[in-house]
């Protein structure tokens, strides 16, 4: 930006008063000649950078790609199978039928593969991609694709080949397959080097035959493309003092008439023909600055405070449902939100009606509350202004106070595990004890793998409790961003070792579903006839059940609330106290039949033998499916 355009002298016809004393405060402010000076020299420039980017910005997006064009051209191909159609039909019903009896041949010969083929139509290729289409015809092509791939293991990956250089056309035309040409810029590149060239945006014709022809006179321009992330720096400045206070020059022309574009293109050519290539600035980047831009690849830093992409999703759905409830009332959502300066008043009573019209249709609350925190992001500074809207969210709640999950008893959780012993599953024990102990979301333990998991006899028994890294904690972008869960109750931690020692590092705590996990502890609660459809009393135990009755447990254990809600990884006491439900924990057994509080006591009293049991059936490896008919002379056999 040209600052020295902001520099003004001194008119010299007035008096100038000292700023000291009394004059100090008044003149700390902008006076409004400075604030519009300003304003209209950020303007300035910024519609300048506009124009240069217009004048120096080429669109090469397109379809082709330079790996798929030069593995057509460069490789030799024969034709294995041919066939004529019966009847005419539409060109991308055939692409899309060629691309079927490609994924039956794969099956026939075993399939469960993963596999590239080409094809010069992007409609079929996408279709198949995406495994849906608007065109009723496409619909049974695309069904059958999808039933071959999930009965047979197929990966299909679709790459798009034009038809001029598609070895399947010339076959389609009567005409022999073209010889391979004599150079390739796929052949000899590690695997680093053509994924990354691969991974290039798709250009147009024009750009991707010149980007491979420059690729086969200098290879060492696939080398530079392979670590293009390294090679950021300042952008070239090719905004010209003529753009930003003139729109018309009669020596020059419009913007981007003269003689400067013309020869920055011929200077980025001779750069490629003598494979001359300058990347940074004066000095350089340092190692440091090159190691953070090599870490940053691919992060964008958007406005706003950082929440995760399905709340951000949310948040967006909520506002466009907003700006159309806005429209119908032929209102507009940028004189209302994004108006400057701001009516702040106006904003509050749309977003309270908003709000009351929510309510009266039957909404969640989080659709109102929600749509607040998206206001607030799109726009920070009303943060702090639209208290009206909140006491309108909180008068909400109020009517509809949030439940939550019921905390599972400790004598339920010895009782579950206890069943699932006796059935064979200790998996399922391990997890429900893992969740339970470490008072972890059940998600935690889903997404964990036993490299995460951190047991005493991983490091020679020289501790005495149990770790589990946690991988995105839910809190990482308010609290710790590395959070673990810690179990130290002897019992559970044999449990686990029973469920876990023997998985390879790579293997998945849970190696099914979420479902899987709800319905198998759906059965153990039938078991034990406790409730497990909503509607019964009381309300029936959950996967979420673990973790507030895990930290309820604790807090009746050590009277500590500082321990549990570091052990609970908590942000704030206020959102512990949630989870520590006391009482509702210590009268769930009375709540519930007789013959279930009955089960449960029995199975709490055979737990001690039946877990030593179950240590001796792993140390001798005898198989799980067997535990139940050895169980069957024990006190266990009535479950």
């Known amino acids: 930006m040209h600052v020295e355009l902001l520099h003004r002298p001194c008119t010299r016809d007035h008096q100038h008063v000292p700023i000291q004393g009394q004059f100090t405060k008044p003149s700390a402010t902008y006076t409004d000649g400075l604030a519009e000076a300003l304003a209209i020299f950020f303007k300035d420039h910024l519609k300048a950078r506009e124009a240069a980017l217009e004048r120096t910005t080429v669109d090469v997006a397109g379809l082709e790609c330079i790996v798929s064009n030069d593995v057509c051209q460069a490789w030799r191909w024969e034709a294995v199978d041919s066939w004529q159609w019966r009847g005419s039909s539409h060109i991308n019903l055939l692409e899309t039928s060629a691309t079927l009896k490609l994924y039956r041949e794969i099956a026939y010969n075993g399939g469960d593969c993963r596999f590239t083929y080409f094809g010069d139509s992007h409609v079929s290729r996408s279709a198949i991609a995406r495994g849906r289409s608007s065109a009723d015809a496409m619909k049974p092509l695309l069904k059958k694709s999808a039933a071959l791939s999930i009965a047979f293991g197929l990966y299909g990956a679709g790459r798009f080949s034009p038809t001029r250089l598609n070895p399947g056309d010339a076959p389609s035309r009567l005409e022999e397959i073209p010889e391979p040409t004599e150079s390739s810029v796929a052949n000899g590149l590690s695997s680093v080097a053509l994924t990354s060239l691969a991974s290039l945006p798709p250009l147009k014709r024009w750009a991707a035959n010149w980007s491979r022809l420059a690729c086969l006179i200098n290879p060492a321009i696939v080398l530079l493309l392979s670590c293009r992330h390294e090679l950021r720096s300042h952008p070239w400045s090719l905004l010209e003092n003529r753009e930003w206070s003139l729109d018309f020059d009669s020596t020059l022309g419009f913007p981007g008439e003269g003689w400067v574009l013309r020869s920055l293109v011929l200077l980025c050519f001779a750069a490629f023909w003598c494979g001359v290539v300058t990347v940074g600035t004066d000095g350089g980047p340092s190692h440091g600055d090159a ?40 209102l507009d959502v940028q004189q209302v939100v994004f108006a400057n300066p701001l009516d702040i008043d106006a904003l509050n009573e749309a977003l309270v009606q908003y709000g009351k019209w929510l309510f009266s249709e039957g909404k969640p609350y989080y659709h109102f509350s929600e749509l607040l925190n998206a206001v607030t992001s799109k726009r920070p500074a009303v943060r702090r202004a639209i ?88 809190t990482r972008f308010r609290a710790a961003r590395h959070q673990t869960g810690k179990l130290e109750q002897p019992d559970l931690i044999e449990i686990i070792r029973v469920g876990f020692s023997h998985l390879h590092p790579s293997d998945p705590l849970w190696p099914f579903s979420g479902s899987t996990l709800r319905l198998r502890l759906a059965s153990i609660l039938a078991k034990l006839d406790l409730p497990t459809k909503n509607g019964q009393t009381p309300k029936p135990l959950s996967l979420a059940s673990f973790r507030p009755g895990g930290a309820t447990w604790l807090i009746s254990q050590t009277e500590s609330a500082e321990l549990v809600m570091r052990r609970g990884r908590w942000a704030s006491r206020k959102v512990m106290d949630c989870y520590l439900q006391e009482v509702t924990s210590l009268t769930y057994l009375n709540e519930v039949s007789a013959k279930a509080k009955k089960l449960v006591l029995k199975a709490v009293e055979a737990f001690p033998s039946l877990l030593r049991a179950v240590i001796h059936f792993h140390r001798c490896k005898i198989p799980e499916p067997t535990w139940f008919f050895m169980f069957q002379p024990n006190q266990a056999s009535s479950f």
């Open 291 to 330: 190691l953070r831009q090599r870490a940053r690849q691919g992060i964008q830093l958007t406005g706003g405070r950082r929440v995760t992409q399905t709340t951000a999703f949310t948040r967006d759905w909520l506002f466009s449902r907003f700006t159309a409830w806005l429209q119908e009332r032929q």
């Open 387 to 474: 208290q009206q809207s909140w006491d309108l969210a909180f008068l909400w709640g109020s009517y509809e106070p949030a439940t939550h999950h019921i905390a599972m008893p400790s004598q339920v959780l010895v009782s579950v595990i206890s069943v699932a012993f006796v059935w064979g599953w200790s998996r399922e024990a391990a997890v429900f004890a893992l969740a339970w102990g470490a008072l972890l979301r059940i998600g935690e333990v889903l997404k964990a793998r036993r490299a995460d998991l951190i047991m005493p006899s991983d490091l020679g028994n020289t501790i005495d409790h149990v770790l589990l890294k946690i991988l995105e904690p839910k």
